[in-house]
């Protein structure tokens, strides 16, 4: 399996193309912006894209959705407790600051509750609902791997002082989901670089203390 990181939008939302190289089959993760760029790769790639996977919906990771999805006939998939988010720019939040283009979507195609296993070009996703930075905050883990959204970044956690955002609530998702993997597990963040759950143990100040 191959994974490609795309940052996009003024606030470098990472977008992620996780796709056989053989088959050629893949998802999108959270296309957020630029849906030229976007689409470019998959064309460059030559990708059957089988699902667009949102890790949550804040405007920043939603922005490119339609797009993408037109385009591709792929399904939406997010959080059935932000399905209005897709199409209500106050909740997602590109309605909160001047100057922002209002981002609505249609609604999703599938709604995901957590616990889910779904399966895509051969591979399965699990789906671990990790509240905290937003009520419907989901976290995708395949193969030593997990896509965390807004939830861990490299050296820091997702802010919660958005609407419906708890810290309490996120440590525990952090805690209960994340830290209890292996050690060698990638996390794939929603902004920023890739990092290890070994090297947020060791290094995170926010989670001192969770090994």
């Known amino acids: 399996m191959r994974v490609e990181s795309l940052a996009l939008g003024p606030l470098m939302a990472n977008c992620y193309l996780l796709y056989d190289e053989h088959s050629r089959r893949g998802v999108v993760v959270d296309p957020g912006a630029e849906p030229d760029r976007v689409l470019t790769r998959i064309g460059e790639?030559?990708?059957?894209?089988?699902?667009?996977?949102?890790?949550?919906?804040?405007?920043?990771?939603?922005?490119?959705?339609?797009?993408?999805?037109?385009?591709?006939?792929?399904?939406?998939?997010?959080?059935?407790?932000?399905?209005?988010?897709?199409?209500?720019?106050?909740?997602?939040?590109?309605?909160?600051?001047?100057?922002?283009?209002?981002?609505?979507?249609?609604?999703?195609?599938?709604?995901?509750?957590?616990?889910?296993?779904?399966?895509?070009?051969?591979?399965?996703?699990?789906?671990?609902?990790?509240?905290?930075?937003?009520?419907?905050?989901?976290?995708?883990?395949?193969?030593?791997?997990?896509?965390?959204?807004?939830?861990?970044?490299?050296?820091?956690?997702?802010?919660?002082?958005l609407p419906g955002g708890d810290f309490d609530t996120l440590m525990r998702s952090i805690h209960d989901h994340l830290m209890v993997l292996p050690e060698e597990t990638r996390v794939c963040p929603g902004h920023g670089p890739e990092t290890t759950v070994g090297r947020e143990q060791e290094t995170n100040p926010f989670l001192h203390g969770f090994r």
Request: aromatic share 8%; net charge negative.
């Open 45 to 161: 790639l030559g990708l059957q894209v089988e699902a667009v996977l949102l890790t949550h919906a804040h405007f920043d990771h939603i922005g490119a959705v339609e797009p993408v999805r037109e385009k591709t006939g792929a399904p939406v998939y997010v959080h059935r407790l932000e399905e209005d988010w897709l199409t209500d720019p106050l909740k997602n939040g590109s309605g909160l600051w001047p100057g922002l283009e209002p981002v609505r979507c249609r609604e999703a195609d599938h709604y995901l509750e957590g616990g889910e296993s779904l399966v895509f070009f051969g591979h399965t996703f699990r789906v671990l609902h990790t509240p905290g930075h937003s009520p419907g905050s989901v976290t995708y883990a395949l193969d030593g791997l997990v896509v965390s959204g807004d939830v861990l970044f490299a050296g820091s956690i997702g802010r919660t002082d």
